[in-house]
């Protein structure tokens, strides 16, 4: 990235390492935690079903 905006004027370098720097925020900020929500739902059902199955077969 470095060699692209070493040739830009100033300006256009601030918007470029400003969008990546927006960019990066917003995916750690935003969607990583919805990510991590979603995975953490389907864990949690999985366990669920599991925990289903364990009682089903104690309790025969």
Request: proline residues 3%.
């Amino acid at each position: 990235m470095y060699e692209y905006v070493a040739f830009m004027p100033l300006w256009k370098a601030h918007v470029a390492y400003l969008s990546i720097i927006v960019w990066i925020m917003l995916n750690w900020f935003y969607f990583r935690p919805k990510q991590i929500r979603k995975q953490q739902q389907q864990l949690d059902d999985i366990i669920d079903r599991l925990q289903h199955i364990c009682d089903q077969k104690n309790r025969s």
